[in-house]
Protein backbone atom coordinates (compact mmCIF):
# COMPACT_ATOMS: atom_id res chain seq x y z
CA UNK A 1 0.00 0.00 0.00
CA UNK A 2 1.35 3.50 -1.13
CA UNK A 3 1.74 6.28 1.76
CA UNK A 4 -0.60 9.23 1.27
CA UNK A 5 2.35 11.07 0.50
CA UNK A 6 3.54 8.95 -1.82
CA UNK A 7 -0.07 9.01 -3.60
CA UNK A 8 0.30 12.66 -3.52
CA UNK A 9 3.52 12.71 -5.34
CA UNK A 10 2.04 10.83 -8.02
CA UNK A 11 -0.62 12.99 -8.44
CA UNK A 12 1.43 16.36 -8.56
CA UNK A 13 4.11 14.65 -10.60
CA UNK A 14 0.64 14.49 -13.09
CA UNK A 15 0.01 17.78 -12.78
CA UNK A 16 3.27 18.18 -13.58
CA UNK A 17 3.48 16.84 -16.99
CA UNK A 18 -0.27 17.91 -17.87
CA UNK A 19 1.46 21.63 -17.56
CA UNK A 20 4.65 20.94 -18.79
CA UNK A 21 6.25 21.54 -22.14
CA UNK A 22 4.56 17.93 -23.73
CA UNK A 23 1.84 18.19 -21.83
CA UNK A 24 -2.05 19.28 -22.29
CA UNK A 25 -2.72 22.58 -24.74
CA UNK A 26 -5.63 23.05 -22.92
CA UNK A 27 -3.84 22.75 -19.16
CA UNK A 28 -0.65 24.93 -20.58
CA UNK A 29 -3.03 28.33 -21.44
CA UNK A 30 -5.08 27.84 -18.26
CA UNK A 31 -5.13 31.26 -15.99
CA UNK A 32 -6.21 31.97 -12.26
CA UNK A 33 -9.07 34.16 -14.07
CA UNK A 34 -9.79 31.65 -16.46
CA UNK A 35 -9.79 28.61 -13.96
CA UNK A 36 -12.52 30.58 -11.30
CA UNK A 37 -15.31 29.28 -12.77
CA UNK A 38 -14.09 25.51 -12.39
CA UNK A 39 -13.16 26.70 -8.66
CA UNK A 40 -16.53 27.27 -8.27
CA UNK A 41 -18.10 24.94 -9.91
CA UNK A 42 -16.44 21.84 -8.20
CA UNK A 43 -17.25 23.44 -4.90
CA UNK A 44 -20.48 23.42 -5.36
CA UNK A 45 -20.69 19.95 -6.94
CA UNK A 46 -18.36 19.04 -4.02
CA UNK A 47 -21.49 20.65 -1.48
CA UNK A 48 -23.75 18.86 -3.74
CA UNK A 49 -22.11 15.56 -3.06
CA UNK A 50 -21.86 16.10 1.06
CA UNK A 51 -25.28 16.76 0.65
CA UNK A 52 -26.36 13.59 -1.18
CA UNK A 53 -24.24 11.52 1.72
CA UNK A 54 -22.65 9.13 -0.96
CA UNK A 55 -19.04 8.46 0.19
CA UNK A 56 -17.94 7.46 -3.54
CA UNK A 57 -19.37 10.70 -5.00
CA UNK A 58 -17.94 12.68 -2.22
CA UNK A 59 -14.38 11.27 -2.73
CA UNK A 60 -14.82 12.00 -6.88
CA UNK A 61 -15.48 16.11 -5.71
CA UNK A 62 -13.01 16.05 -3.47
CA UNK A 63 -10.75 15.11 -5.65
CA UNK A 64 -11.86 17.36 -8.28
CA UNK A 65 -11.47 20.48 -5.63
CA UNK A 66 -8.12 19.13 -4.58
CA UNK A 67 -7.26 19.10 -8.65
CA UNK A 68 -8.21 23.04 -8.77
CA UNK A 69 -6.14 23.86 -5.75
CA UNK A 70 -2.63 22.19 -7.59
CA UNK A 71 -3.89 23.87 -10.74
CA UNK A 72 -3.55 27.26 -9.08
CA UNK A 73 0.20 26.54 -7.49
CA UNK A 74 1.11 25.39 -10.22
CA UNK A 75 0.59 28.05 -12.29
CA UNK A 76 2.05 29.61 -9.03
CA UNK A 77 4.73 28.16 -9.32
CA UNK A 78 5.34 28.63 -13.02
CA UNK A 79 4.90 32.57 -12.70
CA UNK A 80 7.56 31.87 -9.35
CA UNK A 81 5.08 33.02 -6.83
CA UNK A 82 5.25 29.39 -4.27
CA UNK A 83 4.87 26.06 -4.71
CA UNK A 84 1.81 23.21 -3.45
CA UNK A 85 5.02 22.41 -0.87
CA UNK A 86 4.02 25.89 0.17
CA UNK A 87 0.72 26.10 0.70
CA UNK A 88 1.15 22.50 2.45
CA UNK A 89 3.45 23.98 4.56
CA UNK A 90 1.57 26.98 5.48
CA UNK A 91 -1.44 25.11 6.64
CA UNK A 92 0.62 22.59 8.15
CA UNK A 93 1.63 25.20 10.69
CA UNK A 94 -1.46 26.95 10.81
CA UNK A 95 -3.40 23.83 12.11
CA UNK A 96 0.03 23.54 14.60
CA UNK A 97 -0.88 27.35 15.61
CA UNK A 98 -4.32 26.63 15.76
CA UNK A 99 -4.60 23.92 17.84
CA UNK A 100 -1.68 24.58 20.44
CA UNK A 101 -3.64 22.37 23.02
CA UNK A 102 -2.80 19.60 21.25
CA UNK A 103 0.31 20.26 19.62
Known amino acids: MNSSGQVF ?3 VSIVNT ?11 I ?4 SLK ?9 TLEA ?7 HIKEELGDLLYQILFHSKI ?3 NQEFTIDEV ?3 LSEKMLRRHPHVF
Not at 18 to 28: A, F, K, T
Open 30 to 33: QTRE
Open 37 to 45: PYLIEETYE
Open 9 to 11: ERL
Open 50 to 56: LDGNDPD
Open 88 to 90: VNN
Open 76 to 78: AEL
Open 18 to 28: LMGENGCPWDR
